[in-house]
């Protein structure tokens, strides 16, 4: 026996013998004989050490962020994670349990997903929130399907300066139930080539729009006008929905104070390292009253028959196990196990630290940001308020810059161009708490000297 | 314990009958762990950031003045208030690191630990999604790999990872069912689907747009209406979702015929892999004739499953529909180096932000390479004979809804406890007073009462022994002092909670008190 099986020649026959045949091949009878068991094209097994070795190798053949300087963030951000966060989503408790289905024996993941519930509700300033989705882009399809069906509308318009990659998701969600997903222009690329925020979307408002969508702060690293904008969707019976980035959070107001009606937010990167985009863990939170069309499983308290508080999933009746074709979504449990990282990444930094990483983010970029300015031929967005992403012209093309930059062994920031070729001379640039000021000299070195 | 001694010691209602492992979460009733809200004390803090190396600017200079915090109710605490408190509440979860976990449907397999190390290593942790793919040529070769591993294993050639459990997959073959039919010139209006199928099937139906249309099942075989199935399928249908093997575990022996039938009116075969497990080594979907499968690598290789996620759901269909995946996908170029194709103008898109789930594509990765073709065919193998040893187990004290050779799980039928007021909800419970968590219960829908039972490959005949002589002590305490089966759990930090009140009056959040 190879792999992971615990029975051994003896054991089978004698379980074989059980059952009531000879062979294993009985077992599988049901299965059409010209097909059973195909000669599979794949090498033989490893050891656990040559498994270890090939994949070290492997892993070394790679760019490791953490031993090159690197400004890209364009929605993933590298933040640091205290180590107390990996040792206790570790414990076999949390790593090798399954969804709280019996919650007698699950109080430990059912009152963690209780306690990121209410700290998803905290940050953003919501009601309701529910045990996270898979990430921003699908919470993003999410909440677009969601709101048209609380409104029994089928239109929704969303931001061009909402993350591309989640517009993407969104696109894709949006086919199947026919939604018609609109792109509003927010930002336009001036002569000079540099960029200028829109802010009016008046002339789209009206009352066939289930929701609007943006994101706060949004792709370009700037912060949207977002007063009078929840007053301006309500009057048509639509719905406000921010995508939120957490760390933001920190220092500027929750969008539960603009009239967000349902807020996405991906939660990744406040509890784990980049991982390469995934496992990623979508925030998701709403309005109370929206949550009986809310998607994904939710916890809640209650009591046992002594009276003692307990924890169980609740308000399954939304839920597709029960509801099947008419469930609000597809959903299962999603990412239980990062969401729990990113809960105890909130307990361990609190709302001073939270706020300490965000003021040192936007301190670093905007440090960044003002040396890059002083470059002859590079500008700077400047009258737009940003935090800690911003958007570059350079004086060559952004691809160029950027392999100028590897060269040096710098990763750059991310080239707008792949998203629209007019910004081809556009480069997106980020800094976080974890961006040293020598790698920012660097870089301003390297720039200046193209 | 012997079956005996349990029976005796359950007599008396709610007295400790074992606490297996010593663990405490069969221990008694406990109390219980204060909110983390409620530990927080004003001032205390876990850590402190470097000082600032850069030159400041007043950040009342950048964020404009209505748009800055200035409250955030997050609690405050010290790096040991929040290690004592999350290690705290993982002792309140049974695990399958230290029990048997027999859920059916869900294969609660052991996963091998140095598949946690390779997903650590710093080369693949610290990768930004969007980095030039000439600085992550190792990690476009994972992705490679493990879509050509299972393409072999599952007989189909064409894989994206990007789908990230199995329900998004099954949204994304959906989808793409839906684009191939597009193209065709056509929108198709109907999903066939089995009544014993999980409900993420026709949700997801839905989601892509279609109506389902319930296909019933032979009440003697187990496997779905052959006639049902005829007479309802039609030019309309898109496709039929099947699981295989299916709900009840059992093989659908004319799948063939089906995916004929399917395929001479155009309707594609969607095949939900939930169930894979069985069929790895012996039998390749794409052989007989399914055009789309998606893999739960969480259940079908080595994904712990963390408490609900992250998992991986790839997708993997015939070359027909290759087109349709979504994009982009890794493809190899003639230099052998890795890159992505994002240039697929029939795909349907972005299921994910980046790549899917990666961390979970590398531990899967590892898996099948320490697997290898000989320990895939034993996978399968040992899963089907495992779930028979346990079937012949308990057939002498329970019926099963269906009686004959099962493969990687089977269904009991919990009716016969009703004449004694126990329902399979009761048996669940006092399991749980026994040392175990349940089986799935209630699932599949078609079978009243149903305990769901699925051991994996990587269980011992010991440990199927220890939990068939529990299960079968139960049955015996079923039958002879039934009050003790109907208010367990006895052994448990909580007893049975009120799911009543929970859904009428929610309490969804902590809510600091009004003083």
Known sequence: MSGFISTTPAQRDAMLSRIGVSTIDQLFEDLPSEHYRPDLDLPAGLSELETWQLLRKLSETNFDLERHPSFLGAGAYRHFVPAAIGHLISRGEFLTSYTPYQPEVSQGTLQAVYEWQSIVCALTGMDISNASVYDAGTGTGEAARMACALTRRRRVLVLDTVNPRYREVLATYASGPDIDVETVSAFTARPDGTLGRMTDFSSKIDDSVACMIIQQPNFLGWMEQVEGLSEALASVGAILVVIADPVSLGVIRPPGAYGAGIVVGEGKWTGGPVDFGGPLVGMFACRKDFVRQMPGRIVGSTIDGDGRKGYVLTLATREQHIRREKATSNICTAEALIALATTIYFCHLGPVGLREVAEQSIQKAHYLASRISQLPGYTVQSTVPWLYEFPVHCPKPASHVNEALLRAGIIGGYDLGLEDPTLAHSLLLCCTEVTPRSDIDRLVDVLGSL | ?515
């Open chain 2, 1 to 515: 314990m012997t079956t005996t001694e349990h029976t005796e010691s359950a007599v008396h209602a709610g007295a400790p009958l074992r606490p297996a492992s010593g663990h405490s979460i069969f221990a008694g009733r406990q109390e219980g762990i204060p909110v983390v809200f409620e530990k927080s004390v004003k001032g205390r803090r876990a850590g402190k950031v470097p000082a600032l190396d850069v030159p400041t600017v007043d950040l009342d200079e950048i964020i404009p003045a209505g748009e800055r915090r200035h409250e955030l109710p997050l609690p405050e605490l010290s790096e040991l208030d929040v290690v004592r408190h999350f290690t705290r509440l993982s002792k309140r979860n049974y695990s399958i690191e230290s029990e048997f976990y027999p859920l059916g449907s869900c294969t609660m397999k052991y996963n091998p630990k140095i598949d946690e190390n390779v997903a650590a290593l710093p080369g693949f942790r610290n990768l930004h999604p969007l980095q030039p793919a000439s600085t992550v040529q190792g990690a476009l070769q994972v992705i490679y790999d493990i879509q050509r591993q299972l393409a072999e294993i599952t007989g189909l050639p064409g894989v994206s990872t990007q789908p990230v459990a199995g329900a998004h997959g099954e949204l994304t073959g959906i989808l793409m069912v839906r684009a191939a039919h597009l193209k065709q010139g056509r929108m198709r209006r109907k999903v066939l689907i089995p009544d014993s199928a999980h409900g993420t099937n026709p949700a997801t139906a839905a989601m892509a747009g279609y109506e389902s249309i319930t296909i019933g099942h032979d009440r003697i075989t187990g496997e779905l209406d052959f006639e049902d199935f005829k007479s309802k399928l039609d030019d309309d249908c898109a496709a039929i979702m099947i699981t295989l093997p299916n709900t009840l575990g059992l093989f659908e022996r004319r799948i063939e015929e089906i995916c004929r039938l399917a395929h001479e009116v155009g309707c594609f075969v969607y095949c939900d892999g939930a169930n894979l497990n069985a069929l790895v080594g012996q039998i390749r979907p794409g052989d007989l004739g399914v055009d789309l499968l998606h893999v739960n690598l969480h259940k079908t290789f080595a994904v712990p499953h963390g408490g609900g996620g992250p998992g991986g759901g790839a997708i993997c269909v015939a070359a027909a529909l290759e087109p349709f995946l979504p994009a982009p996908l890794v493809v190899q170029a003639h230099d052998g180096s890795f890159a992505y194709d994002a240039d697929r103008p029939d795909s349907i898109g972005r299921v994910h932000s980046y790549q899917g789930n990666f961390n979970a594509i590398l531990r899967s990765y590892a898996y099948i390479l320490q697997l290898g073709k000989e320990g895939l065919g034993d996978l399968g193998a040992n899963a089907v004979l495992n779930a028979n040893y346990m079937r012949a187990l308990l057939a002498d004290d329970f019926s099963f809804y269906v009686d004959r050779i099962c493969m990687h799980e089977f269904v009991l039928d919990g009716r016969p406890f009703k004449e004694f007021g126990v329902r399979t909800l009761d048996i669940a419970k006092r399991l749980i007073d026994h040392g175990y968590h349940p089986p799935t219960i209630y699932f599949p829908l078609i079978a009243p009462e149903a305990i769901m039972i699925e051991p994996t490959e990587t269980e011992s005949k010991e440990t199927m022994d220890a939990f068939a002589n529990a299960l079968i002590a139960v049955a015996h305490e079923a039958r002879t002092t039934p009050s003790v089966v109907q208010n367990a759990p006895h052994m448990t930090p909580v007893g049975r909670l009120d799911e009543v009140r929970a859904a009428r009056q929610p309490d969804l959040r902590w809510q600091a008190p009004v003083s």
